[in-house]
């Protein structure tokens, strides 16, 4: 099997749209910051899902990597209640 190293988002090189790309990238990582405050915390889904007050099936998906169904506030709240502070930083898009 042939690899392919990335130079920058995944998503863009599977083939997502530069927006569609940009945004998934952001979900993925204010899960992992979920998810990493939920195994810091040696939470189960259920107590992980009391604690955000959200059902347990999305803290499901969210530990699972299925981010793509959330909206980018939904998961900004989410990871402010696990204590993070969610920033947005803008760079120079790369010209195509």
């Known amino acids: 099997m042939k690899t392919k ?7 863009k090189d599977l083939g997502f749209t530069d927006e569609e790309s940009v ?4 979900r993925v990582d ?7 405050f939920i195994k810091r915390k040696k939470l189960t889904q259920m107590k992980a899902a009391e604690y955000f007050d959200v059902p347990q099936p999305k803290i499901s998906k969210i530990v699972g990597g299925k ?3 959330f909206s980018i506030e939904y998961l900004v709240k ?3 209640k696990a204590g993070k502070n969610p920033r947005i930083s803008f760079a120079k898009r790369q010209a195509v």
Not at 5 to 11: A, I, L, Q, S
């Open 5 to 11: 190293v990335t130079k920058g988002n995944v998503f």
């Open 23 to 26: 945004a998934l990238a952001m």
């Open 30 to 36: 204010l899960a992992v910051e979920i998810e990493k």
């Open 67 to 69: 981010v793509s169904g």
């Open 78 to 80: 989410m990871a402010t």
